[in-house]
């Protein structure tokens, strides 16, 4: 049987794939066989690499609905075709509901929600068009399914992402398919920002169930496995990668004798 993990001849876009996430997404679709866009407003210090194979970069914000059509034209040019969108690009800093300004609010809802929104729309113009179709997944997060003080307007927008795959994967069917990850905590190279050191990145790690942060590998398995034929009839859904979850605060306040 062929290898239906084998992506040689698939090209496929990560937004914000130089670092993070975003790396391990790319690498592991490098790994794969595929030819990798990535685009961010800067181009990386060094271009993803894997498996003899290199990303190309094409400079894009992704909130510019010009640039996102330039971007999406760009693999097309290069490739030939679009089979796999990665929506990554995203995040927030941290921001007290009570004090943010309208302003900061809405960029953060233009970043994590309508930029993935608009991109979808403009690779599924190329998508309709491919006897194959294509493949849309977006990148959430568990702020998606729980609480997210102090990025209130990051895990709304991210619960718009994930109610928006399930709206867009009816809509494009049958030959476009839509998913969300709702990725959990992960170790990047920039956890010590979040979590501290060495010692407080384990501490955090030790409080999911699986015993770990994820690393972007995780992630970037998950979106193979959503993109390959494996997946051909999953569509519409959201795929947890996050380690187990989150244990409930009340088990490490509770006296009950165990």
Not at 39 to 67: H, K, W
Not at 82 to 104: C, I, K, M, Q, W
Not at 112 to 133: D, H, K, Y
């Amino acid at each position: 049987m062929d290898n239906p993990l084998d992506f040689s001849g698939k090209a496929v876009i990560v937004t914000g794939g130089g670092k993070g996430v975003g790396k391990g997404i790319t690498e592991r679709f490098l790994e794969a066989g595929a030819s990798v866009l990535i685009c961010g407003r800067g181009e990386p210090d060094a271009l993803p690499s894997a498996g003899g194979n290199t990303a190309q970069f094409v400079a894009c914000d992704v909130r510019d609905y010009e640039q996102i059509e330039a971007c999406v034209a760009a693999a097309v040019e290069r490739f030939g075709r679009l089979d796999v969108l990665v929506n990554n690009a995203g995040g927030a800093p941290y921001a007290e509901a009570a004090t943010a300004s309208p302003r900061f609010s809405e960029s953060i809802i233009r970043l994590n929600l309508i930029a993935p929104l608009n991109f979808s729309q403009v690779a599924n113009r190329v998508m309709q068009e491919q006897p194959e179709g294509g493949c849309i997944i977006n990148i959430a997060s568990v702020s998606t399914i729980r609480p997210s003080p102090g990025t209130a307007a990051y895990g709304a927008a991210k619960a718009g992402l994930v109610n928006l795959g399930t709206s867009l994967a009816v809509e494009w069917a049958p030959r476009v398919r839509v998913n969300a990850l709702v990725v959990g905590l992960t170790e990047t190279e920039q956890s010590h920002l979040h979590y501290g050191d060495e010692a407080g990145i384990a501490a955090v790690g030790a409080t999911i169930p699986l015993g770990r942060m994820a690393v972007p590998r995780d992630v970037g398995n998950a979106c193979l496995f959503l993109a390959s034929p494996l997946a051909s009839y999953v569509s519409g859904t959201n795929f947890a990668v996050h380690g187990g979850g989150e244990k409930p605060a009340f088990l490490a306040a509770a006296n009950v004798d165990q």
